[in-house]
């Protein structure tokens, strides 16, 4: 059975803003919540894919993945799927939930943490989008303090485990609820989920274990990106928290315009100027393509406006499957400037061939004598 629409399950306009997403999620949450529906199977369906949606629409990339390519362009088992609540603001919204009940919400925030990603927009050429390239960049982001090596204390000290939580960063209570008794799980207000304390911080980074730092990364480009295309990086956004994975970098691409090419999906099209010459006795012309110039033969009589295809001259296909096609327009061009003598001849080609001869314009004067009964 096909996924509903993530928008049309949170009952929100794509345009919707982040707010407005979260407001319609807690909505939903708190009125097909198990616990206010027990037994209920279809509030229960309509409560885990309302978690689905949001796992989503709540998190700004993968909803920007969402929205270029459907339910493709998300995996809900990347990062251990949508019944985890430690990422697009699950937490704040079940912390209401069950506060609603009296009690308290056992949250994942003070073990390890996902570090955040970040975007990078990077412009390339037509040409490097459409055959693959290599290209370093450089991002600023946090990495381990040199001075201290992470551990944020002051080179001769070392941090101490907090007394009132005894390391583990937490504080545990029990609240009696007509439901029953909810567990609390709250960050230690002394060290403030750390577990450890830092009396003598290092002078570099001031105890955070870290500093901004320049980093220099490598990326390769397949060949038939286009603008908007996104190249997701493991691993090479900001460090985790306690022990968590480092985030993910997204690589957003803006491919700038082409002097002579436009490009339609994987074809591309081109213009030719030909003259009226060129165009009434055909010619074989040089026409630019991705590779270089190559000859094609257009016949005699060609239109204005006339398109020719070229198989297989376009843009590869990004996964690999074939190539699209070049499309020539062919545009006649009419003189504007021409001299006496040129004007003459013109006058005398135009008394040996006629009017029998313009078929399209005496079809078309024709039609106007019968529509206006001249």
Excluded: W
């Amino acid at each position: 059975m096909s996924k509903r629409d993530y928008y049309e399950v949170l009952g929100v306009d794509k345009g919707s803003d982040q707010d407005s997403i979260k407001r319609a999620y807690r909505k939903m949450a708190m009125k097909y919540h198990p616990d206010r529906n027990p037994g209920d199977k279809q509030a229960e369906e309509k409560f885990k894919e309302a978690n689905e949606a949001y796992e989503v629409l709540g998190d700004q990339n993968k909803r920007a993945k969402y929205d270029q390519f459907g339910h493709a362009g998300v995996d809900p088992n990347a990062q251990g799927g949508f019944g985890g609540f430690g990422s697009g603001g699950f937490g704040d919204i079940f912390e209401d939930i069950f506060d609603m009940f009296g009690g308290g919400f056992s949250g994942r925030r003070s073990g390890p943490q996902k570090g955040a990603d970040l975007k990078y927009e990077l412009g390339i050429t037509f040409k490097e989008a459409a055959f693959g390239v290599k290209k370093e960049i450089t991002i600023q982001r946090h990495e381990k303090c040199d001075t201290c090596h992470g551990t944020g204390a002051k080179e001769g000290t070392s941090k101490k485990t907090c007394s009132k939580c005894n390391g583990s960063g937490e504080i545990r209570y029990a609240t009696r609820t007509p439901l029953g008794q909810f567990v609390n799980v709250k960050p230690c207000d002394v060290c403030h989920g750390a577990g450890s304390i830092i009396e003598n911080p290092c002078l570099q980074c001031h105890g955070a274990g870290k500093e901004l730092k320049n980093k220099k990364i490598q990326i390769n480009i397949p060949a038939g990106v286009d603008t908007g295309s996104v190249i997701p990086l493991r691993g090479e956004g900001e460090p985790g928290e306690k022990g968590g994975p480092q985030g993910d970098l997204y690589i957003v691409l803006r491919i700038k315009p082409h002097e002579i090419f436009k490009r339609d999906g994987n074809d591309i099209i081109c213009e030719i100027p030909i003259t009226f010459v060129q165009a009434a006795l055909g010619d074989e012309l040089q026409i630019p393509t991705l590779e270089g110039q190559e000859k094609y033969k257009i016949p005699e009589g060609t239109q204005s406006g006339t398109i020719f295809r070229m198989k297989g001259k376009g843009i590869p296909n990004v996964r690999g499957y074939g190539r699209g096609d070049l499309y020539i327009k062919v545009i006649v061009e009419v003189p504007k400037r021409l001299n006496d003598k040129q004007k003459e001849l013109l006058k005398k080609f135009a008394d040996v061939m006629g009017e029998d001869v313009h078929e399209q314009r005496k079809t078309f004067f024709d039609k106007v004598k019968e529509v206006f009964g001249i």
